[in-house]
């Protein structure tokens, strides 16, 4: 049974930063394409962050790049997303998406991917 838990949300002022962690367990996460995606109230899951089994190729919604870096480390099985210079219109809940046999793609789809964790909340506000 694959499963996949964030962590690391929070409340953070603007301009401060977070560090999301999503621990993979069930299976090696190696051969996956991963990514964060988020959910602001009223709205739906949207794309955030995408990385490449590999880590060599990254992809990112155009309103947070320059401010989120999305990285993986296989050997603990680990996905994060760095945000900095957070915003008040990055509150949301994140997720973390597995794909399996990604071949050496990254997925930018909310159906592209197989598996997802509960989230973990993000609250930017002064």
């Known amino acids: 049974q694959v499963q996949l838990l964030e962590s690391g949300g929070g409340l953070v002022q603007p301009g401060g930063s977070l560090r999301l962690s999503c621990l993979v367990s069930?299976?090696?996460?190696?051969?996956?394409?991963m990514a964060w995606f988020r959910q602001a109230p009223g709205k739906e899951r949207e794309f955030v962050a995408a990385?490449?089994?590999?880590?060599?190729?990254?992809y990112y919604t155009d309103s947070v790049k320059g401010r989120f870096t999305i990285s993986r480390d296989n050997a603990k099985n680990t996905l994060y997303l760095q945000m900095n210079s957070l915003k008040p219109e990055d509150t949301a809940v994140y997720y973390c998406?597995?794909?399996?046999?990604?071949?050496?793609?990254?997925?930018?789809?909310?159906?592209?991917?197989?598996?997802w964790g509960q989230g973990t909340q993000v609250t930017v506000s002064s």
């Open positions: 990385i490449t089994w590999t880590g060599a190729s990254r």
């Open positions: 998406g597995l794909k399996y046999y990604s071949g050496s793609y990254y997925y930018t789809g909310l159906a592209d991917y197989d598996y």
């Open positions: 069930g299976r090696s996460f190696s051969s996956c394409a």
